[in-house]
């Protein structure tokens, strides 16, 4: 069954780093990363939350994501975006996507999360055993990558009958069931 989007706490933070070096190249300023030649640029959500993602510049406005997004909805891991800086000094925000990567994004929420349970740790390592990979807001905020190979079906089909609270982002629950009318 798929899911609608959650109710989402208002969690404003820069996309993870997918290392475990986290923050290593957060400078704070111009959101350059001198160690791998990324930028940050900016993604606004449907709700008006604002994140930033590492990206790689390939010229002409266009950059490969290097994160997943946590609020914005219909973009994944490894796109290819454009995005245009609207002030001198400013990062660049998100326009639109120039192509797909093939790769899918979920949200899910984990409670209690993961760092404290077992049993939410257990749904993470479920994922990763189908070949998924993902970053986390915090221990109970995730958004999983779904590479190309792997069945969406099967992976969305674990979460509901695990009884897990996640949602469709990339690609949004509204352009996998456009004939279903929201919940009142």
């Known amino acids: 069954m798929a899911r609608r989007p959650l109710a ?88 639109r996507v120039v192509r797909k990567s093939g790769y899918r994004t979920l949200r899910l929420i984990l409670d209690p999360p993961a760092d404290k349970n077992a049993d939410s740790q257990a749904v993470l390592d479920r994922l990763t055993q189908f070949g998924c990979s993902y970053e986390g807001a915090n221990p109970g905020y995730i958004s999983i990558d779904i590479p190309p190979p792997v069945d969406l079906g099967q992976v969305t089909q674990f979460l509901t009958t695990s009884e897990q609270r996640w949602e469709h982002a990339d690609p949004p629950y509204e352009e996998l069931h456009p004939n279903d009318a929201p919940a009142a």
């Open 8 to 95: 989402r706490q208002r969690i404003y933070l820069d996309g993870g780093r997918r290392t475990t070096q986290l923050m290593r190249d957060s400078l704070g300023s111009g959101g350059v990363s001198n160690s791998d030649h990324q930028v940050k640029v900016q993604l606004t959500g449907p709700d008006g939350e604002v994140e930033t993602l590492w990206a790689f510049p390939l010229g002409d406005d266009l950059y490969e994501l290097d994160n997943t997004p946590w609020y914005a909805y219909g973009v994944s891991w490894h796109d290819v975006i454009e995005a245009r800086a609207t002030e001198p000094d400013g990062l660049p925000e998100f326009v």
